[in-house]
């Protein structure tokens, strides 16, 4: 159920969490390429053998950058209240999730990922494989229940998630990845969750 859906992450030393964190700050800073192990073993301390034994290598780093944020997302999905009904439960998770999702970090994340998987094809589905498709999965528990339970009628779980995540996200992450200087405000992100969910629990209703 949703406890073994969240992505797991392999569990890092105090060392390891400060290379994690420098390589983040650096790569959203500075870009993945621009960004050597010497810079970050100047920020966090320790040495390539740390980087070595605990990401294996740079691109390692930049999975392991990937995967917590995709497991902090997913925890923010992991917080329907089922005691609430759907709409309202659907709405108030989608509103957490796509703010998070059109944060700054995030919006970083984004561009950079963009930028190597043209370069590491290999490292797109990596990223595909290991990220939207496991970080939707307590959602994908949500709608399974609601189906069981007669609320709404949906065939394919997965797939019916996967459109509610990008009917929320919407025009505004678009805009976000392309005017960095232009932030969503919550009242958009407020309207353009209310209008996805509309269309989503219509679309699958009894």
């Not at 105090?14 to 100047?42: C, K």
């Not at 691109?59 to 309202?88: C, F, H, P, W, Y």
């Not at 796509?98 to 094809?121: A, D, N």
């Not at 960095?180 to 969750?193: G, R």
Request: charged residues 20%.
């Amino acid at each position: 159920m949703v406890k073994d859906s969240i992505v797991e992450i392999k569990k890092l030393s105090p060392r390891g969490v400060l290379i994690l964190d420098a390589a983040q700050h650096l790569f959203y800073n500075l870009g993945f390429d621009e960004t050597s192990l010497a810079m970050i073993i100047n920020e966090a301390g320790g040495s390539r053998r740390s980087i070595y034994h605990e990401f294996g290598n740079k691109r390692g780093l930049l999975m392991a950058v990937i995967q917590r944020q995709v497991k902090t997302q997913s925890e923010i999905l992991t917080s329907i209240n089922r005691e609430l009904d759907a709409k309202e439960a659907l709405n108030q998770v989608c509103f957490k999730f796509v703010v998070g999702m059109l944060s700054p970090e995030l919006m970083s994340l984004f561009r950079l990922v963009v930028q190597q998987v043209v370069k590491f094809p290999e490292l797109g589905e990596m990223i595909y494989k290991n990220g939207p498709m496991t970080g939707i999965l307590p959602l994908v528990d949500y709608l399974t229940w609601l189906t069981e339970q007669k609320v709404l009628k949906i065939e394919n779980c997965h797939f019916s998630a996967q459109m509610l995540m990008e009917m929320a996200k919407g025009p505004l992450h678009t805009r976000s990845l392309l005017l960095p200087d232009k932030q969503a405000s919550e009242e958009e992100i407020s309207y353009q969750v209310t209008k996805a969910v509309d269309i989503f629990l219509h679309a699958h209703r009894m």
